[in-house]
């Protein structure tokens, strides 16, 4: 880190310490602070900061209420180490080391990264593969470690774990967020082996966050995860709560629950329990079993686009939607360009819903497998569509991952039943055709 980066991070830092003794008050003096050390320029954040003024003076939005609601209820310790790890690391300082690397290396240069600690779970939910696969592949402590020393050179302080079940490597997890103090850490999590003992390590270390998963109220969540498992999330929740500790749920919507868990009951509920953020996943056709039919038709997902937006300008919490927000990052994120997954099997994937790969952390650098054929392939045809409502090289251009991977020799990295690109892109087709019209009027401002 160079003089004028720790100058900016020691000013911000203290402005912050500033800003906790009254932050309905020094709020805005904090991004005063803030917008005279960014400056000018690509790397100066300029549309985020004047988003973020917006909200704080509005008193009266439902944002401005969010973030007041998190400074009040969440530990001091973890609230400095995330405005820390997750602002000033991953972004004012981690942004511009990206933009160099991206532009030494020409490839794409992510500002997260997921993987897989295991392919292990203790739940057997219908639809998913992991406990029928069971525990047999693992990244070792080691090798995480060294994914996150590799993505530190490169600017990445983002780390997001998913599965399997994270949380079986409940030690390992820990053990890293101590040894890389300087990271954010994001774990997908169906919180059943959360209890108060893990709940007191996320508070020493600070700097993981949980993302719960929820199918919807009682009945939808154990009818697919089995019996008990909403009433032992809910019991998780009211841990973190009780200990400060910052979380929130992830809600993959289908044909049959979309309508249940965009709802004002739900969201007020998750509300009240304590959560801060709800990530929407549209549901994705993937592996040789799933069911092209929980497929949201296109009047159902106009429907969520629409309804997200509501509950942005509406409810004290913050909701984004995987596959509807793509006007706000410029369409797909995937293969590098934001993101990429690496699997319990160490095979880096362009994305965690295509399973299809070229290189193995086991075998290559994190840079060589960003600069393999499969990623340059999204490098290169990034976005996949000028309206941002048709983000996915899978979901609503299934020609064109299909021709990227016939053109890199990409394989499926599938751990259970390896699918073919063609019987994938397949059960896309028709969706993707009934989909275009209507992200067209959208994306042009109408109402379909």
């Not at 003076?57 to 009040?72: A, C, H, K, T």
């Not at 998913?162 to 997890?173: I, M, N, S």
């Not at 996320?202 to 498992?229: H, Q, W």
């Not at 751990?415 to 028709?430: M, N, R, T, W, Y």
């Given at each position: 880190?160079?003089?004028?980066?720790?100058?900016?991070?020691?000013?911000?830092?203290?402005?912050?310490?500033?800003?906790?003794?009254?932050?309905?008050?020094?709020?805005?003096?904090?991004?005063?602070?803030?917008?005279?050390?960014?400056?000018?320029?690509?790397?100066?954040?300029?549309?985020?900061?004047?988003?973020?003024?917006?909200v704080l003076e509005n008193p009266d939005g439902s944002m401005y209420?969010?973030?007041?609601?998190?400074?009040?209820?969440?530990?001091?310790?973890?609230?400095?180490?995330?405005?820390?790890?997750?602002?000033?690391?991953?972004?004012?300082?981690?942004?511009?080391?990206?933009?160099?690397?991206?532009?030494?290396?020409?490839?794409?240069?992510?500002?997260?990264?997921?993987?897989?600690?295991?392919?292990?779970?203790?739940l057997r939910c219908t639809g998913c593969w992991a406990a029928e696969?069971?525990?047999?592949?693992?990244?070792?402590?080691?090798?995480?470690?060294?994914?996150?020393?590799?993505?530190?050179?490169?600017?990445?302080?983002?780390?997001?774990?998913?599965?399997?079940?994270?949380?079986?490597?409940?030690?390992?997890?820990?053990?890293?967020?101590?040894?890389?103090?300087?990271?954010?850490?994001?774990?997908?999590?169906?919180?059943?082996?959360?209890?108060?003992?893990?709940?007191?390590?996320?508070?020493?270390?600070?700097?993981?966050?949980?993302?719960?998963?929820?199918?919807?109220?009682?009945?939808?969540?154990?009818?697919?995860?089995?019996?008990?498992?909403?009433?032992?999330?809910?019991?998780?929740?009211?841990?973190?709560?009780?200990?400060?500790?910052?979380?929130?749920?992830?809600?993959?919507?289908?044909?049959?629950?979309?309508?249940?868990?965009?709802?004002?009951?739900?969201?007020?509920?998750?509300?009240?329990?304590?959560?801060?953020?709800?990530?929407?996943?549209?549901?994705?056709?993937?592996?040789?079993?799933?069911?092209?039919?929980?497929?949201?038709?296109?009047?159902?997902?106009?429907?969520?686009?629409?309804?997200?937006?509501?509950?942005?300008?509406?409810?004290?919490?913050?909701?984004?939607?995987?596959?509807?927000?793509?006007?706000?990052?410029?369409?797909?994120?995937?293969?590098?360009?934001?993101?990429?997954?690496?699997?319990?099997?160490?095979?880096?994937?362009?994305?965690?819903?295509?399973?299809?790969?070229?290189?193995?952390?086991?075998?290559?650098?994190?840079?060589?497998?960003?600069?393999?054929?499969?990623?340059?392939?999204?490098?290169?045809?990034?976005?996949?569509?000028?309206?941002?409502?048709?983000?996915?090289?899978?979901?609503?251009?299934?020609?064109?991952?299909?021709?990227?991977?016939?053109?890199?020799?990409?394989?499926?990295?599938?751990?259970?039943?390896?699918?073919?690109?063609?019987?994938?892109?397949?059960?896309?087709?028709?969706?993707?055709?009934?989909?275009?019209?209507?992200?067209?009027?959208?994306?042009?401002?109408?109402?379909?």
């Amino acid at each position: 880190m160079g003089i004028q980066e720790r100058f900016r991070k020691t000013a911000i830092k203290t402005a912050f310490g500033y800003i906790e003794k009254d932050p309905e008050k020094n709020m805005l003096k904090l991004l005063d602070w803030v917008d005279r050390l960014a400056g000018e320029g690509p790397d100066s954040f300029e549309p985020q900061r004047e988003a973020f003024r917006t909200v704080l003076e509005n008193p009266d939005g439902s944002m401005y209420r969010l973030i007041m609601d998190v400074f009040q209820s969440v530990d001091n310790g973890v609230l400095k180490a995330v405005f820390e790890n997750f602002f000033l690391n991953a972004n004012i300082i981690g942004w511009p080391i990206q933009e160099e690397m991206r532009k030494k290396y020409g490839c794409n240069i992510p500002w997260a990264i997921l993987l897989d600690p295991t392919s292990a779970c203790n739940l057997r939910c219908t639809g998913c593969w992991a406990a029928e696969y069971g525990g047999r592949l693992n990244l070792s402590f080691d090798e995480i470690d060294s994914i996150i020393r590799q993505g530190k050179e490169l600017g990445v302080y983002i780390y997001i774990y998913t599965g399997g079940e994270p949380l079986v490597r409940k030690a390992d997890l820990i053990a890293l967020c101590e040894k890389h103090a300087d990271c954010q850490f994001l774990a997908f999590t169906n919180a059943t082996l959360i209890d108060e003992a893990f709940a007191g390590e996320m508070l020493r270390v600070k700097n993981l966050i949980p993302a719960i998963s929820l199918e919807g109220f009682e009945s939808a969540t154990d009818g697919r995860r089995g019996d008990g498992v909403y009433r032992k999330a809910v019991r998780a929740m009211g841990i973190l709560k009780e200990k400060r500790l910052p979380f929130g749920i992830s809600a993959c919507y289908t044909s049959e629950n979309l309508d249940s868990i965009s709802s004002d009951e739900f969201i007020d509920q998750l509300v009240e329990w304590g959560a801060k953020f709800i990530w929407y996943f549209h549901y994705m056709p993937v592996g040789n079993d799933a069911a092209p039919a929980l497929l949201p038709s296109p009047r159902q997902r106009a429907v969520m686009y629409r309804r997200v937006r509501e509950m942005r300008r509406t409810k004290p919490i913050f909701a984004m939607d995987f596959q509807n927000d793509g006007e706000y990052v410029g369409g797909c994120i995937a293969g590098g360009r934001r993101y990429l997954h690496i699997n319990a099997n160490g095979d880096a994937d362009p994305c965690v819903f295509i399973h299809y790969s070229d290189s193995n952390i086991r075998e290559k650098t994190l840079l060589e497998c960003l600069q393999g054929p499969l990623f340059m392939a999204y490098h290169d045809g990034q976005p996949f569509n000028e309206n941002h409502l048709l983000p996915c090289p899978m979901l609503e251009n299934p020609r064109l991952l299909r021709e990227m991977v016939h053109k890199t020799g990409a394989h499926s990295t599938d751990l259970q039943s390896p699918e073919s690109v063609e019987h994938l892109c397949g059960k896309c087709a028709d969706y993707a055709e009934c989909w275009r019209p209507v992200a067209g009027e959208l994306w042009n401002g109408g109402t379909p």
